[in-house]
């Protein structure tokens, strides 16, 4: 993705390389980073959260094994 901001407050982006056979830059656009583009035009990016932790199911216990852990 290529970012251009105007000398008059335009803002326009466009994907690919610009060129004969793509899109012509208007007059008085200039090229500039997206962190530049994100801050004339006030994007603001916020990052995505944190997965949650996957937790494991408890194992099931059987009758049989509940009255061998109490000594039965």
Do not use: H
């Not at 603001?44 to 494991?56: G, I, M, N």
């Amino acid at each position: 993705m290529r970012y251009y901001l105007s000398e008059n407050g335009g803002a326009m982006t466009v994907s690919g390389d610009p060129g004969p056979f793509g899109v012509t830059i208007p007059p008085g656009y200039r090229e500039v980073t997206e962190e530049e583009y994100n801050a004339a035009t006030g994007v603001e990016t916020v990052p995505l959260p944190p997965e949650p932790p996957e937790e494991e199911p408890e194992p099931e216990v059987t009758p049989a094994q509940a009255r061998r852990a109490k000594g039965k």
